[in-house]
């Protein structure tokens, strides 16, 4: 069974600022997937992260597959607002704990 | 909206009871994962159906059974209902074996199970 670990479990930023969700992952896997979560709500699909090397991006998310680390991120550039949310990464159907992301005004 | 519905959305169910949770695919899709959600943790994999077959399995015990149909919808039954099952349950859909945009899973809202 793949094991997903993601880094910080919780973060708490400043609107503008940058940062980045680490997650690691025991076992190869062929994909590498994020998802946001808004409380109380299902989850929604960021990226799909196929190939290492792979870089995806969608406003002010972009996130990045090394293979080799058997390591994922995902960037935030210029936090606003709206993204506060709960970030998922998964290995096929192996979760992280997901990182509770507060954006603050 | 992921073209991928749930139903019932909330339910509440005793201890030792059993329970039949559904979803409908999104339009093309062959495949139906679902998952557990407790409160505060990520989802935790329960079992795929592709083509009406199981096809992986995680770490949950045989009381937790599933069907798919001939148009891809799909069942999760679990039978005698412990409190532990309070979850919410995801159901997701995919286009299995399609390159491009495959694998990607779009979920269904979920079914918020408590158990008392």
């Known amino acids: 069974e793949l094991k997903v670990e993601q880094n910080p479990l919780f973060l708490s930023m400043q609107e503008g600022k940058n940062y980045t969700i680490y997650c690691n992952y025991s076992?190869?896997?062929?994909?590498l997937y994020w998802y946001r979560q808004d409380p109380g709500k299902s989850l929604e699909s960021l990226f799909v992260?196929?190939?290492?090397?792979a870089v995806k991006q969608e406003g002010r998310l972009m996130a990045s597959l090394d293979t080799k680390a058997r390591l994922s991120t995902l960037h935030i550039t210029a936090a606003v607002h709206d993204l506060s949310a709960t970030y998922f990464c998964a290995g096929a159907f192996y979760f992280g704990t997901g990182t509770s992301l507060t954006v603050i005004p | 909206e992921t073209g991928v519905t749930q139903s019932p959305t909330h339910l509440i169910k005793t201890r030792g009871q059993q329970v039949t949770l559904r979803c409908s695919s999104q339009s093309g899709h062959n495949t139906v994962s679902w998952y557990q959600q407790a409160l505060g943790q990520g989802p935790q994999f329960i079992f795929q159906y592709y083509r009406e077959e199981e096809n992986g399995r995680g770490n949950f015990p045989p009381r937790f059974s599933g069907l798919q149909f001939p148009n891809y919808s799909s069942e999760l039954n679990v039978n005698a209902l412990e409190l532990d099952d309070s979850a919410l349950y995801l159901c997701?859909?995919?286009?299995?074996?399609?390159?491009?945009?495959?694998?990607?899973?779009?979920f269904g809202a979920g079914t918020r199970l408590s158990v008392l």
């Open positions: 076992t190869t896997s062929d994909r």
């Open positions: 992260l196929l190939s290492n090397g």
């Open positions: 997701a859909s995919s286009s299995y074996g399609q390159g491009g945009t495959k694998n990607i899973q779009y």
